[in-house]
């Protein structure tokens, strides 16, 4: 399975964007998806997961409120909605395909990822 991520890009406080992410095969469609972030100099963290069904969407607190994970079975895109933005979600954001179909906040339980788009909300 093959990742595309787009639709980052500079943003000021308070702004919006959203991110797609298109999975090469259906085969993704039948695992949870997630997004993660990484920051320079920090691990990446975990944003917000999704499951094969589109349901049960889990989120990190420090997006809770503000960003909407989804997903398209039959364009196999998910998508991750972003509004408020804050100076603290600059990061490069990844997608990723879980080993399971149940939506999970555990880095170790994705088995693929997408190269990144770059996010950078400006104050």
């Known amino acids: 399975v093959q990742l595309q991520a787009s639709g980052g890009g500079l943003v000021q406080v308070g702004g919006s964007l959203r991110l797609s992410c298109a999975a090469s095969?259906?085969?993704?469609?039948?695992?949870?998806l997630g997004w993660f972030r990484q920051a320079p100099g920090t691990e990446r963290e975990f944003v917000a997961s999704?499951?094969?069904?589109?349901?049960?969407?889990n989120y990190a607190d420090s997006v809770k409120g503000r960003f909407t994970i989804s997903r398209d079975n039959v364009q196999n895109t998910m998508y991750l909605q972003m509004n408020s933005l804050k100076p603290k979600d600059t990061a490069i954001y990844y997608c990723?395909?879980?080993?399971?179909?149940?939506?999970?906040?555990?880095?170790?339980?994705?088995?693929?990822w997408g190269q990144g788009t770059q996010v950078t909300v400006s104050s």
């Open positions: 999704i499951d094969w069904r589109g349901g049960n969407p």
């Open positions: 095969k259906r085969t993704a469609s039948n695992n949870a």
């Open positions: 990723a395909v879980a080993r399971s179909s149940v939506a999970t906040s555990r880095r170790e339980s994705y088995v693929y």
